[in-house]
């Protein structure tokens, strides 16, 4: 899907909130041939805005799972976001990428918002996949039956593969990691970007062809690398989802923002 011809174009900004610096290549690349070797692993949420709406993408999670993951959390989503001038509570469109922990929690944050989601994850993460204790284990129940609460209230809004969720926004669900993950594609003065999210945790998964150990379709896996690229027209824009090497790619938003928030819709610092 091509998205509309629109006049909207937006800034991007990755906001760290948490690292996890003890995990090594066997962790992140199946049959990794350094397999012991240190990979640490970034945890981001995604900023789109522009002068007529903000959209966050993801949710991030709190210190609690944190600790119970293992993972450190440097700071919350929220306050995260408040360091930019955004509050939380008054944000009214979220894009979750997919339901698991690490992109589906603090939605308690966000009393006001409407959450797209794909029908495909809502029914995978409810459904007869989670009697698997493997399949199950990237979800936190309670941020499952959290988002069940919202849909009961009337607060998701579900997509059925690609659609446009604002002017130069248009998410796309692309399988393999989680059966409903989506990314989003979005139109910038210096052309297409694609959040990658899950679809591609690092630079080398869709760069080389090398995939990430948590999937439930390896096909899919690889056939949405060449869908990230293809939606953004060059690799060079598509952002994945967990790298450090984004903080380093990207400049950051501000001196005192180094780290913590970049910006994405913008030239790459590596040339």
């Known amino acids: 899907m091509t998205s509309p011809a629109s006049s909207d174009t937006y800034e991007i900004l990755a906001l760290k909130y948490a690292e996890y610096t003890q995990r090594k290549r066997l962790e992140s690349f199946i049959s990794a041939d350094d397999h012991d ?62 339901l698991h922990y690490d992109h589906a929690g603090t939605l308690g944050a966000f009393p006001k918002a409407r959450f797209h989601l794909q029908t495909a994850e809502m029914a995978y993460a409810t459904g007869p996949c989670m009697c698997h204790a493997y399949l199950r284990h990237p979800f936190t129940v309670d941020h499952v039956c959290e988002m069940v609460k919202n849909v009961y209230s009337g607060r998701v809004i579900f997509q059925d593969g690609d659609a446009e969720i604002a002017p130069g926004v248009t998410v796309h669900r692309i399988g393999g990691h989680s059966r409903g993950l989506q990314c989003v594609r979005v139109a910038t003065a210096t052309g297409p970007v694609v959040l990658a999210s899950d679809a591609s945790h690092f630079y080398e998964n869709f760069e080389k062809g090398k995939v990430f150990p948590i999937t439930i379709d390896i096909a899919d896996v690889l056939a949405g690398y060449q869908r990230l690229v293809a939606l953004a027209g060059s690799p060079r824009r598509v ?33």
């Open 37 to 98: 070797q240190p990979h640490p692993i970034d945890y981001f949420v995604w900023v789109i805005r522009n002068t007529q709406r903000t959209i966050v993408v993801d949710t991030g999670f709190d210190a609690i799972e944190g600790a119970k993951r293992g993972r450190r959390v440097i700071r919350a989503p929220a306050a995260a976001l408040e360091q930019i001038g955004i509050a939380a509570p008054q944000v009214d469109q979220v894009v979750i990428t997919h």
């Open 239 to 271: 952002i994945p989802g967990h790298d450090p090497l984004v903080l380093q790619r990207y400049p950051a938003l501000n001196s005192q923002t180094e780290g913590i928030v970049h910006r994405l819709d913008v030239a790459r610092l590596d040339g």
